[in-house]
């Protein structure tokens, strides 16, 4: 089970931290996700994160901007947003898969089984 929170109203250049606890953190090998769906948009991967790994991707729109992080001990993977732009308005979704994925699918929607239930970013300009 997936509990996403964090999100909230922030002004443009603003900072929040979203957070997921997940209880894959728990197993050797899993891959973790954040996606984002604006309205009247797909959902789309912001950034991803495999077990075993300190490495990570980001869309072009949110690099150096935006980072993923995992604390194993709290079950708990994080999205720190800086310098948001109204543009990042949108409903974010964490997911998590229970095997390591290639980093060419794991902004892929379509690779995960498991997902948050979504948490709520708006930035106003």
């Known amino acids: 089970q997936l509990q996403a929170s964090g999100g909230g109203l922030v002004q443009a250049g603003g900072s929040l931290r979203l957070s997921c606890t997940a209880s894959?953190?728990?197993?050797?090998?899993?891959?973790v996700a954040w996606f984002r769906q604006a309205p009247g948009k797909e959902r789309e991967g912001v950034s991803c994160a495999r077990s075993g790994t300190s490495g990570s991707m980001y869309i072009d729109s949110v690099k150096g901007r935006f980072t993923i992080s995992r604390d194993k001990a709290k079950s708990t993977m994080y999205l720190q947003m800086n310098s948001l732009k109204p543009e990042d308005t949108a409903v974010y979704y964490c997911?998590?898969?229970?095997?390591?994925?290639?980093?060419?699918?794991?902004?892929?929607?379509?690779?995960?089984?498991?997902w948050g239930q979504g948490t709520l970013v708006t930035v106003s300009s």
């Open positions: 894959a953190f728990a197993s050797e090998n899993y891959s």
């Open positions: 997911a998590v898969r229970f095997t390591r994925i290639l980093y060419s699918v794991c902004l892929d929607p379509n690779s995960y089984a498991y």
